[in-house]
């Protein structure tokens, strides 16, 4: 069964760090493009960042530029996004997926839930 | 940057059928995606390549577009139906990737 499951989410004072990370499991994690998307409480979806399978390419939404960082590591079929300088817009649910013909996401993970506030 | 809206809100009788629209400025030149999200759980593709279908999704579920304006219609509506649904669209027109989102529209099923 293919899976992702997110964890590392938390409470943190603006200005402060966190780091996400997603397992994969039932498919081979290094042949997918990875994406992180979030939806703020309320909210719609909003695509975060996205890395090639090799790692060699990334991107990201204009807003999370120079404070967030995707990484992954194949060899633990793992995904990671490193969250600096936080703010309170930043507080969001945030989910892993896994992007097909880089195109679309299926599947997402449950989601980890990171909050901003002092 | 590309921007896609849709209707905040659509209500449907069991059994009839829903349409959800999903607007944009040329989007027919573009591959749409749909999302089901039900409350507290993550998004789920029922539809992608603007009418295909995953495995496991019911057929009740079809999309299609044109012009400004893809469309998801949900036929034979049940109860399970009722849920927030995304549009999803890969926008090339920026130097870099970029995935936007329909606004959503919650379906509620009378």
């Known amino acids: 069964e293919v899976q992702l499951v997110e964890s590392g989410g938390g409470l943190v004072q603006p200005g402060g760090s966190l780091r996400l990370s997603c397992a994969a499991s039932?498919?081979?994690?290094?042949?997918?493009?990875m994406s992180w998307v979030r939806q703020a409480p309320g909210k719609g979806l909003e695509w975060v960042a996205n890395i090639k399978q090799d790692g060699s390419e990334k991107y990201y939404v204009d807003s999370v530029k120079g404070r967030f960082t995707i990484s992954r590591d194949n060899a633990k079929n793992s995904l990671y996004l490193q969250m600096n300088s936080l703010r309170a817009e930043d507080t969001a649910v945030y989910y892993c997926?896994?992007?097909?013909?880089?195109?679309?996401?299926?599947?997402w993970g449950q989601g980890t839930l990171v909050t901003v506030s002092s | 940057s590309y921007v896609l809206t849709q209707p905040p809100s659509v209500s449907v009788a069991p059994g009839k059928t829903a349409r959800i629209t999903c607007g944009g400025n040329n989007i027919g030149s573009k591959s749409v995606h749909w999302y089901q999200q039900k409350p507290g759980q993550a998004p789920v593709l029922v539809i992608y390549y603007d009418s295909d279908r995953p495995s496991g999704i019911p057929e009740r579920f079809s999309g299609s577009n044109s012009g400004n304006t893809a469309t998801l219609t949900i036929s034979r509506v049940e109860a399970g139906d009722e849920a927030d649904y995304y549009c999803q669209v890969w926008d090339s027109s920026s130097d870099h990737p970029n995935y936007v989102f329909g606004t959503g529209t919650k379906v509620t099923v009378l």
């Open positions: 039932g498919f081979t994690f290094s042949s997918y493009w």
């Open positions: 997926a896994r992007e097909e013909e880089t195109s679309w996401f299926d599947p």
